[in-house]
């Protein structure tokens, strides 16, 4: 019958003791108390019948026992760290598997995929249109905000700034472009039943009463409230990133600029520390962040 191994804490206390030959030393390397290495290594001498160390002036010396197991902790923790290295770095040459909401995806992130290769070679993305869940996946970029969700790390990016915006080829349009914010109370405002409260929020900062504006067609998702925009089918509200291309083209005018919300883009990672992956799309990230104009116009 095989008898039970020690804990692997009582033999890396072992071993942390046997390397500096001082209880001491040991207990400030593994951030505990002398007691406790002292409580770890009793322990191990018992489970093991042997004296593993004795006393030698200030510091302590192996026995003959504690000098084998030393040997032996020493290559089995070596093992481990060449292990654990060796599993990071075929972790670190798997895609890294980013969720990223569905208009984010296709107007923000899609667009600059090319240059995310290229300023970063070694990591390659796989994309999921997917949002407000880890579940699967290394790392999630979505607009959010607070209360953050416990036990995951989110990382702020840039604030969010959201606005009307309409096709220049939409009839009213020039009206709309000479006119103050109350003029939208007689065209058909487009929403997303994803986020209905954005009009709200928006009418209420310009002190337009909402009961006098008039809802045209909802679209599940942003994505398709941009695009009947663009077909000059009504009015829609939408984060200044997300529209900053048509903005640049001509093809989507914002005549009362942006305001700032509560809300942030947001990269949601569990384990940001221990993945090299994420941690380079963060930096790239933020320099491509860092660049967008910080005024709501």
Same mark, same amino acid.
């Given at each position: 019958?095989?008898?039970?191994?020690?804990?692997?804490?009582? &033999?890396?206390?072992?071993?942390?003791?046997?390397?500096?030959?001082?209880?001491?030393?040991?207990?400030?390397?593994?951030?505990?108390?002398?007691?406790?290495?002292?409580?770890?290594?009793?322990?191990?001498?018992?489970?093991?019948?042997?004296?593993?160390?004795?006393?030698?002036?200030?510091?302590?010396?192996?026995?003959?026992?504690?000098?084998?197991?030393?040997?032996?902790?020493?290559?089995?923790?070596?093992?481990?760290?060449?292990?654990?290295? =060796?599993?990071?770095?075929?972790?670190?040459?798997?895609?890294?598997? &980013?969720?990223?909401?569905?208009?984010?995806?296709?107007?923000?992130?899609?667009?600059?995929?090319?240059?995310?290769?290229?300023?970063?070679?070694?990591?390659?993305?796989? &994309?999921?249109?997917?949002?407000?869940?880890?579940?699967?996946?290394?790392?999630?970029?979505?607009?959010?905000?607070?209360?953050?969700?416990?036990?995951?790390?989110?990382?702020?990016?840039?604030?969010?700034?959201?606005?009307?915006?309409?096709?220049?080829?939409?009839?009213?349009?020039?009206?709309?472009? =000479?006119?103050?914010?109350?003029?939208?109370?007689?065209?058909?405002?487009?929403?997303?039943?994803?986020?209905?409260?954005?009009?709200?929020?928006?009418?209420?900062?310009?002190?337009?009463?909402?009961?006098?504006?008039?809802?045209?067609?909802?679209?599940?998702?942003?994505?398709?409230?941009?695009?009947?925009?663009?077909?000059?089918?009504?009015?829609?509200?939408?984060?200044?990133?997300?529209?900053?291309?048509?903005?640049?083209?001509?093809?989507?005018?914002?005549?009362?600029?942006?305001?700032?919300?509560?809300?942030?883009?947001?990269?949601?990672?569990?384990?940001?520390?221990?993945?090299?992956?994420?941690?380079?799309?963060?930096?790239? &990230?933020?320099?491509?962040?860092?660049?967008?104009?910080?005024?709501?116009?």
């Amino acid at each position: 019958m095989k008898t039970s191994l020690p804990s692997l804490n009582a &033999l890396y206390a072992f071993n942390t003791a046997a390397h500096y030959s001082s209880f001491t030393q040991a207990a400030q390397v593994l951030h505990v108390t002398q007691g406790a290495v002292n409580r770890q290594i009793h322990l191990l001498e018992q489970q093991l019948g042997l004296v593993l160390f004795v006393k030698e002036g200030r510091g302590v010396r192996l026995t003959n026992a504690g000098q084998k197991l030393y040997e032996t902790t020493c290559e089995v923790f070596e093992r481990l760290h060449q292990g654990c290295t =060796q599993l990071q770095r075929h972790k670190d040459n798997q895609p890294l598997v &980013l969720g990223c909401s569905g208009s984010l995806l296709a107007r923000w992130f899609i667009p600059r995929l090319d240059q995310l290769n290229q300023a970063v070679p070694e990591v390659r993305v796989q &994309l999921h249109a997917a949002q407000g869940d880890l579940d699967q996946l290394d790392a999630l970029l979505c607009f959010s905000e607070p209360p953050w969700p416990q036990g995951i790390q989110v990382i702020e990016l840039a604030s969010e700034w959201i606005g009307p915006v309409v096709s220049p080829l939409y009839p009213a349009y020039p009206l709309l472009a =000479q006119g103050r914010p109350d003029d939208l109370k007689d065209e058909p405002l487009l929403y997303t039943q994803s986020r209905p409260q954005a009009w709200p929020y928006w009418a209420q900062a310009q002190g337009l009463v909402l009961q006098n504006l008039h809802w045209g067609q909802g679209f599940e998702h942003l994505y398709y409230l941009l695009e009947a925009a663009l077909a000059g089918l009504g009015v829609a509200i939408a984060p200044k990133l997300l529209v900053e291309n048509d903005l640049a083209c001509g093809r989507l005018k914002a005549p009362w600029g942006f305001m700032e919300t509560s809300a942030r883009l947001t990269l949601w990672v569990s384990h940001p520390q221990s993945d090299a992956r994420v941690t380079s799309l963060l930096d790239w &990230l933020s320099a491509q962040l860092s660049s967008h104009p910080k005024s709501p116009t």
